[in-house]
């Protein structure tokens, strides 16, 4: 949070629309009391210039971020606002970011939800967020955008995007029951009868995690939380009063196919039939199986992102080693199994551009903000903050983690590609040994950033 709070307050705060018709609410969690006083310090500063900023703090922090949107709702000035927009700490919308979405409001009663695209300051950082950036923008390109125009309904990102109020309240507002609220509201909100737009050309700035610890507790949430509302919600998708094939492209489609069924399909096949087909000379896996069916898949995931071509291959097998992290989280989600109600906020460096809130200050109307607005970091105690955290850290040196299940499998998988070698199983071998080296990787913390 403290290393992104100032640009996202920033961010919003310069958006173009009149400041007696915005009101921004600045919810914090924390629990560091230091992270506390900077931030609400940064909104006092706010204030005094003139924007309508609040910034609340909860004594019981319950239910996550579902109890900190909920308990922000329930204020009684809400009830003057006909619209909300929900950013993360870490997104930075553009200065006409709702000059472009509330319009499409206007004259569609039935709407409940305009969503825009996420955009990501460092997909280009190193190789793990360049594979994360692949599978962001087939989300985004096929998933959101081919839902949104075809049934107007499409998971909400919890981020970037602007909610009808009524539909909110009208839906049962925000619930507690599971860890990935956005989704939650989303689904009950469609089988209310409400509808979703989706903006492909409206992005908002964000980071991608950049270590494969944070990105692994992300996907671990983003695969556990749908899995713990599916079987919350299965039965009222069946009884809902919408039509069948709305209930089909729910059952199927967004909660199983890219949920469960992928990494189901990818971790058992990959990673346990093919390495132990090696070992038993009965067994035959034909090469379609083992190359031209994931290989199309992969193929038809990189498409939305043509300039990611040349990462085809690490992406293959990325996804195949991620689907034990998502298979693990399906199945914990699914059964109620370890931490799966657990909620761990992704952890960001802060990446944002400077020279991009600069850029926007300098665009917006009056009333203007001084341009040096990210020089008062050291006013609001960042600066003094970010050197305590350097000076702790600075006796200790940066080493990898070692994650056992990865490195388990990578030892499966070589031992299985010497065995292949050996009965002349060409194919398989060079499959087995590549796929048996990128979880000898991750296994080792060699991709992304290293950790503390």
Known sequence: MKQVYQQSIAAVCIQDWPRERMLVQVLDDSDDVEVQHIINAEVQKWQQKGVHIIYRHRLIRTGYKAGNLKSAMSCDYVKDYEFVAIFDADFQPAPDFLRKTIPHFKGHDDVALVQARWSFV???????TRL???NLTFHFEVEQQV??????????????????IKALEESGGWLERTTVED???????????????????????????????????????????????????????????V?????????????LLRKLILPFYSFTLFCIILPLSMFLPEAHLPAWVVCYVPGVMSVMSILPAPRSFPFIVPYLL????????????????????????????TK????????DLVSYVKEVPEPRVEINIHRSSSES??????????????????????????????????TASVRSLLSAQGIHFYFLLFQGVTFLAVGLDLIGEQVS
């Open 183 to 241: 989704m939650d509201i989303a689904v009950r909100a469609h089988l209310c009868g409400w509808k979703f737009i989706f903006l492909n050309d409206v992005k908002c700035q964000c980071e991608l995690p950049e270590s494969y610890e944070a990105y692994k507790k992300q996907q671990h949430r983003w695969h556990s939380g749908p899995m713990q509302l599916f079987r919350l919600c299965f039965f009222g998708i069946l009884h809902a009063k």
């Open 122 to 128: 460092n997909k280009d950082e190193n190789l793990l």
């Open 132 to 134: 994360q950036n692949i």
């Open 243 to 255: 039509s069948f094939f709305k209930k089909a492209n729910l059952i199927f489609l967004f909660f």
């Open 147 to 164: 839902n949104g125009i075809f049934i107007n309904f499409f998971g909400f990102n919890g981020t970037a995007g602007v909610w009808r």
């Open 348 to 355: 960001k460096l802060g990446r944002s551009s400077e020279a």
């Open 381 to 414: 105690g960042l600066a003094e903050l970010n050197k305590l955290d350097v000076t702790k850290k600075a006796g200790k040196a940066k080493m990898n983690r070692l994650y056992r299940k990865e490195l388990a499998l990578s030892i499966i998988l070589l």
């Open 318 to 345: 990325f996804e195949n080693t991620m689907s034990v992290t998502k298979f693990h989280a399906m199945i914990s989600g699914l059964f109620k199994l370890g931490s799966s109600y657990e909620w761990i906020v």
